[in-house]
């Protein structure tokens, strides 16, 4: 059985889509990135919890002040390209859910009154978020530069507050010269899919 998505699309969003090193300096748009927020605002989390939080990083200080907290080998990428954004999860997710789950708006005291609770679940949907966001980015016809590679305690200092864990950083924008490093193997379907 085939897919239904369309080959070329699949080749955009998958098969032919890396993780960017380098950028052109084109800029990102705030109309971009809303229209990427509006495709992958759609996609599942449990509850319809949303923790998923963006903060895009635009001014020339922001971006001094984020670059200071990434890897070393990921500095340059940082600095250099058109659009930084660092994704969190908001660990007070549950003050939304009586909006966001209406039929059930008991969810936010019945199962979230715990912050471990929340935490836990913020990560795990926030990561799934996360996720959709670089498949949006792709789609927007853009290139993703994902990196967990940074010091996540600064970043929620600097950026953030006790409320918002960090879960990485994405650079967005054109893919520049050398952007791709070769493709690393996949794992077999055999090595990953078992049926019981």
Known sequence: MSLVLDPAAQDLLF????????????????EQVRAIYDLVKYGPTA????????????SPEARERLVRHMAEGNQPK?????LVAILSADNEFHEELPQLFPHFPQAKDAFFSERPVREGAATLN?????AYFIIGVRAAG???????GLD?????????????????????????PDAW????????????????
């Open 142 to 148: 853009l290139a993703a530069g994902p990196m967990t």
């Open 126 to 130: 926030a990561a799934l978020q996360a």
């Open 181 to 196: 490093f070769p493709r690393s193997p996949r794992l077999a379907y055999e090595q990953v899919i078992t049926t019981v």
């Open 78 to 82: 940082t600095a250099t390209a058109p």
């Open 152 to 176: 996540f305690e600064g970043v929620r200092k600097e950026f953030l507050d006790d409320d918002h864990t960090p879960l990485m950083v994405v650079n967005i924008g054109r893919p520049g």
């Open 15 to 30: 098969r032919e889509a890396r993780t960017a090193n380098t950028f052109t300096d084109e800029p990102v748009t705030d």
């Open 47 to 58: 509850f319809n919890q949303s923790p998923l939080r963006v903060t895009l990083v635009r």
